[in-house]
């Protein structure tokens, strides 16, 4: 068993109205190893009041699943006796309503670009490799979201 934190901090600033909702929702992620990364709610949930430059929960979990799969791939192709030069994803998600008044990010698309170095799989094998990864993925074990490679 492992234990994942991570430590959240947001402060009201002056001139803002909590008890309107006109406040900021920009706020800092802070990661045991040190890093330090700004986050604010989407402004598609909260429009001006999110700040744009930093990330938001549902992108954070659109990367964690993209980030968990390529991990997971990697460590599946490498058994394999591939070898990958490089990995690129541009993963995205849709958040939909799942009953009045509840919000899910229901689908997650993947969509890598795989640079081999020496022999490629071919797509049968590719697409093995791609589900070992999803079915050892952590953070897709962790989600009913659904998940898709293209």
């Not at 994942?4 to 909702?21: P, R, V």
């Not at 394999?80 to 998600?93: E, L, M, P, Q, T």
């Amino acid at each position: 068993m492992a234990t994942y934190t991570a430590d959240i901090e947001w402060t009201l600033k002056d001139g803002e109205d909590f008890a309107k909702g006109r406040y900021s929702r920009g706020h800092t992620l802070s990661f045991d190893g040190g890093t330090v990364v700004p986050a604010s709610a989407s402004p598609h949930v909260v429009g001006k009041w999110a700040v744009e430059a930093a990330v938001d929960p549902e992108e954070m979990f659109v990367a964690a699943l993209s980030n968990c799969h390529m991990l997971t791939f990697l460590h599946k192709a490498r058994l394999a006796g591939f070898a990958v030069r490089a990995y690129r994803d541009h993963a995205s998600g849709i958040m939909e309503e799942i009953a009045p008044g509840r919000m899910a990010v229901t689908k997650v698309t993947l969509n890598p670009q795989i640079e081999w170095d020496g022999a490629a799989p071919d797509p049968a094998a590719l697409a093995h490799l791609h589900h070992q990864a999803h079915e050892e993925c952590f953070i897709a074990n962790s989600v009913k979201t659904e998940v898709t490679v293209v």
